[in-house]
């Protein structure tokens, strides 16, 4: 069983920064990519980024793009995403994922989740 154990979020004002992260963890865990989705009440789940394990491609949404990074450190099964000049409009629960061991891209049917994280931005 793959598991996925996110730390980091919080509260912070508007213009500051947060970090967090996702370690998998799990006998068969061996990811293509990894990356970062998030939610607000009475929304659909929003993708953030994704990294490749393969070559370390990342892809972000417009609305974070040039303001977070992702990356990963692969021998510590573990993702990052780096929030920085954070808005009031970035507040939601972010979760990790991970795409099922079945799949050869990031793209995929089944994922993995990590438990979720609550960002909070002040205005």
């Known amino acids: 069983q793959v598991q996925l154990v996110q730390s980091g979020g919080g509260l912070v004002q508007a213009g500051g920064s947060l970090r967090l992260s996702c370690a998998a963890s799990g006998r068969t865990f061996s990811s293509v990519a990894m990356g970062w989705f998030r939610q607000v009440p009475g929304k659909e789940r929003e993708f953030v980024a994704a990294?490749?394990?393969?070559?370390?491609?990342?892809y972000y949404s417009d609305s974070v793009k040039g303001r977070f990074t992702i990356s990963r450190d692969g021998e510590k099964n573990t993702v990052y995403l780096q929030m920085n000049s954070l808005k009031p409009e970035d507040t939601a629960v972010y979760y990790c994922n991970a795409p099922s061991e079945e799949c050869s891209g990031y793209i995929c049917p089944k994922y993995y989740w990590g438990q979720g994280a609550q960002v909070t931005v002040s205005s």
């Open positions: 990294i490749s394990w393969l070559d370390d491609s990342t």
